[in-house]
Structure formats: structure tokens, C-alpha cells
């Protein structure tokens, strides 16, 4: 997915609507392959070489997404490609937690403030800018990771880093730092860890 997002901001493509049920996973010589879906709502934003308009900048202003994975500018109707590394770390928190709620008979993939209510991450955000939201501390994942994701769902989006950035960190050497003690555990943070994998 990190791929698919830098590869897309390179060419000025916004996606607008990161989310679950718009990631498609398909087996390639064995392995998973992850693919982003459903470009409906894209928006090309200026490149580098474009002229930018008197304000210096490019924003889009057009409410779009959904609303459990939207970034909180953009309740604000003014956001840059930023607001997609909002939804795609809100997606890889969501992979690593994983709160399943059954909805209309189906399971889905769930992620809120603070997994406890329903309240929808860029909401509160957006209401309490000062308001901050991590990976749960039970997640077992290493720590280069944890700091990665907890910076792509900074409220902030020029705190958060690029999808080059993204994808850069996620492909790095990254050997593990400390292991849990339990067997069972290990054997569960490996699972995790291998299932998030698969994905990114």
C-alpha cells in the first residue's frame, strides 16, 4: 500500500478515500500482493513544475472520504495530499489492533479515538487539535514502525511524513529490538507482524 501511495503522489494523483474495502488483495507467485482500489473521488493536485496560484500553495477544498478514516483537515475543507498518509496510517493502526465490529451482518475493520467509544479519530482531532492518537501499547511491533505510524496520524499533516517517506522507513532493514517473554506471545506478535507485512 506505501508503494502504491508514493507511486501515486509522485504523479500528483490525491487518492481522497484510503480505507479498508478500497484495498484489494490478490496472491502472486504465492505471496500477497495488496492493490489500492476505487480512484472515483482522485483529485490530480499541481506537480512541482505547475504555477501555484497567488496564495503560493495548492489545496483541495472538496469534503471527501470516509468518515472513520478521514484526516482531520479536512473538515476544514482545506487539505493537501497529506490527508491520504492520514488514512493510511489510521489503516495500518487499525490492521495492528484489530477491532472487529460486526456491521449489517458483516465484520469490518475498525478504528476510533480510542478504541473504546465511536468516536472517529479525525473528528476529535479536528475538535481537540491538541489531542494526540498512537498505536495501542499492547501491539508488539518494532519501535521504527510504532514511531512511523504514530507520525502519519499526527493531527498536524505538515508533522506527518511523505508516502516516499512511508514507503523509504517500511523498506529499510529493520531487525527486531526486543522480543516478548511468553511463547504465545511471541508466536502472536509474530503473526501480527507477518499479517502486516503481507499488506503494506
Known amino acids: 500500500?506505501?508503494?502504491?501511495?508514493?507511486?501515486?503522489?509522485?504523479?500528483?494523483?490525491?487518492?481522497?478515500?484510503?480505507?479498508?474495502?478500497?484495498v484489494l488483495i490478490s496472491?502472486?507467485?504465492?505471496?500477497?500482493?495488496?492493490k489500492i482500489a476505487d480512484f472515483g473521488i482522485a483529485k490530480i493536485k499541481l506537480s512541482d513544475g505547475d504555477p501555484l496560484p497567488a496564495s503560493g500553495v495548492s489545496y483541495m477544498h472538496?469534503?471527501?472520504?470516509?468518515?472513520?478514516?478521514?484526516?482531520?483537515?479536512?473538515?476544514?475543507s482545506h487539505y493537501k495530499e497529506k490527508a491520504d498518509i492520514f488514512s493510511l496510517g489510521l489503516m495500518f493502526c487499525a490492521i495492528l489492533e484489530r477491532r472487529i465490529d460486526i456491521i449489517r451482518g458483516?465484520?469490518?475493520?475498525?478504528?476510533y479515538y480510542n478504541n473504546i467509544?465511536?468516536?472517529?479519530v479525525g473528528e476529535y482531532l479536528f475538535h481537540h487539535p491538541?489531542?494526540?492518537?498512537?498505536?495501542?501499547?499492547?501491539?508488539?511491533?518494532?519501535?521504527?514502525?510504532?514511531?512511523?505510524i504514530n507520525s502519519m496520524i499526527r493531527c498536524e499533516y505538515k508533522a506527518r511524513p511523505s508516502a516516499r517517506e512511508v514507503y523509504d522507513?517500511?523498506?529499510s532493514p529493520m531487525p527486531i529490538i526486543a522480543r516478548p517473554e511468553k511463547r504465545n506471545d511471541v508466536q502472536s506478535a509474530e503473526k501480527t507482524w507477518f499479517?502486516?507485512?503481507a499488506i503494506l
Open 130 to 148: 491538541k489531542a494526540v492518537r498512537e498505536v495501542g501499547k499492547s501491539v508488539i511491533i518494532q519501535e521504527a514502525i510504532r514511531k512511523l
Open 62 to 76: 472538496t469534503p471527501a472520504g470516509t468518515r472513520l478514516y478521514v484526516a482531520p483537515e479536512v473538515y476544514k
Open 117 to 120: 467509544g465511536e468516536v472517529c
Open 106 to 111: 458483516r465484520s469490518r475493520l475498525m478504528i
Open 195 to 197: 499479517s502486516y507485512c
Open 1 to 22: 500500500m506505501a508503494d502504491a501511495m508514493q507511486y501515486s503522489h509522485k504523479k500528483g494523483i490525491v487518492h481522497r478515500d484510503l480505507k479498508p474495502e478500497n
Open 27 to 34: 496472491i502472486e507467485n504465492g505471496k500477497p500482493n495488496a
Open 169 to 171: 522507513v517500511l523498506n
